[in-house]
């Protein structure tokens, strides 16, 4: 089966417009040579692609899953025309890079800020995701650096400390455990939370321990999409919650929550800065690498490709 580019961008305009004469208008074909491309298609895979009607035209089931593929193929040419137009504007490097949550909004804007002011040839994609989906971004290639809990499976992955990450309990303000200064997880596990959604590394350290301990999941009334609105819910009374010590400190201005350390061992975590194992990085990764580990510019070539 082969279909080139210019077979997957015809459907797609096909399927859009709902006629082959429009597709290939949108595609800067002759109707002729439009229709015989979707023939040679229907005909390769055996299977009809287009429902054909006096009012135009529909794709059959197996038309659906070609234009699905057709668009993810177009998007990703289009975003490597993108990239690769930016090394001609004077782009001198691109670092693909993952990062769990508590890093990713604690950490790294700062961090990453100051690199690319000193480094304006580098670009950083950066996506957020849970730490196990940190590493398996890192195994599977799709980016070089990431930056995940040590509570994840970090085997055969190179791994340095970035941060010291410390788990707290936020209430609200006259809450009767506000003037507390430590508890034990047991003493709260039955009552009113507010959380991140499911997927979040946080909340999956936190059931994992839980279950571990009181053998079920701690009651949820709410759940947000960020660490700062996480913090205003409790302040305004919504439940409490476990979130980093940096987030407690800085949302505890605005939020009015109250802070007490948790007296468990989970609540003491890592985040580690992980590449693959044997593999060396790229220049520009190996100097933002020594970038977000403070340091010096020498220390970049030991990460490298160059060392």
Same mark, same amino acid.
């Given at each position: 089966? #082969?279909?080139?580019?210019?077979?997957?961008?015809?459907?797609?305009? *096909?399927?859009?417009?709902?006629?082959?004469?429009?597709?290939?208008?949108?595609?800067?074909?002759?109707?002729?040579?439009?229709?015989? !491309?979707?023939?040679?298609?229907?005909?390769?895979?055996?299977?009809?692609?287009?429902?054909?009607?006096?009012?135009?035209?529909? %794709?059959? /089931?197996?038309?659906?899953?070609?234009?699905?593929?057709?668009?993810?193929?177009?998007? $990703?040419?289009?975003?490597?025309?993108?990239?690769?137009?930016?090394?001609?504007?004077?782009?001198?490097?691109?670092?693909?890079?993952?990062?769990?949550?508590?890093?990713?909004?604690?950490?790294?804007?700062?961090?990453? =800020?100051?690199?690319?002011?000193?480094?304006?040839?580098?670009?950083?994609?950066?996506?957020?995701?849970?730490?196990?989906?940190?590493?398996?971004? &890192?195994? #599977? =290639?799709?980016?070089?650096?990431?930056?995940?809990?040590?509570?994840?499976? @970090?085997?055969? &992955?190179? $791994?340095?400390?970035?941060?010291?990450?410390?788990?707290?309990?936020?209430? /609200?303000?006259?809450?009767?455990?506000?003037?507390?200064?430590?508890?034990?997880?047991?003493?709260?596990?039955?009552?009113?939370?507010?959380?991140?959604?499911?997927?979040?590394?946080?909340?999956?350290?936190?059931?994992?321990?839980?279950?571990?301990?009181?053998?079920?999941? %701690?009651?949820?009334?709410?759940?947000?999409?960020?660490?700062?609105?996480?913090?205003?819910?409790? =302040?305004?009374?919504?439940?409490?919650?476990?979130?980093?010590?940096?987030?407690?400190?800085?949302?505890? #201005?605005?939020?009015? *929550?109250?802070?007490?350390?948790?007296?468990?061992?989970?609540?003491? !975590?890592?985040?580690? @800065?992980?590449?693959?194992?044997?593999?060396?990085?790229?220049?520009?990764?190996?100097?933002?690498?020594?970038?977000? @580990?403070?340091?010096?510019?020498?220390?970049?070539?030991?990460?490298?490709?160059?060392?």
């Amino acid at each position: 089966m #082969r279909f080139d580019l210019t077979d997957l961008s015809l459907f797609q305009h *096909i399927c859009e417009s709902g006629t082959i004469t429009a597709g290939a208008e949108c595609s800067h074909l002759t109707l002729a040579s439009a229709s015989e !491309r979707v023939r040679g298609m229907e005909a390769t895979l055996g299977v009809a692609l287009l429902r054909r009607d006096r009012r135009g035209v529909t %794709p059959t /089931p197996a038309g659906q899953t070609l234009l699905h593929h057709a668009r993810l193929m177009t998007q $990703q040419m289009a975003l490597m025309h993108g990239e690769l137009q930016q090394y001609g504007q004077g782009l001198k490097g691109l670092v693909r890079m993952s990062s769990n949550g508590a890093a990713f909004s604690e950490y790294l804007p700062t961090l990453l =800020g100051s690199f690319l002011h000193r480094y304006p040839g580098i670009s950083i994609d950066i996506e957020e995701r849970a730490s196990h989906e940190v590493v398996d971004a &890192l195994r #599977r =290639g799709a980016c070089e650096l990431g930056i995940a809990a040590d509570s994840a499976d @970090l085997s055969g &992955l190179r $791994q340095l400390p970035f941060r010291h990450d410390t788990l707290v309990l936020i209430v /609200p303000p006259g809450h009767a455990l506000a003037a507390r200064r430590s508890i034990g997880f047991d003493e709260v596990a039955g009552a009113d939370f507010v959380g991140l959604d499911n997927d979040s590394a946080l909340q999956q350290h936190i059931a994992q321990h839980a279950r571990r301990q009181h053998g079920g999941l %701690p009651a949820y009334r709410i759940r947000a999409r960020s660490f700062e609105a996480v913090c205003r819910m409790v =302040g305004s009374g919504a439940g409490i919650a476990v979130v980093p010590k940096v987030t407690a400190m800085r949302c505890a #201005r605005h939020s009015g *929550i109250r802070r007490l350390t948790l007296e468990d061992a989970w609540a003491e !975590r890592t985040l580690v @800065l992980c590449t693959r194992a044997g593999e060396p990085l790229s220049r520009h990764a190996g100097q933002l690498a020594a970038h977000l @580990l403070g340091c010096q510019d020498d220390a970049a070539l030991a990460w490298s490709s160059t060392a």
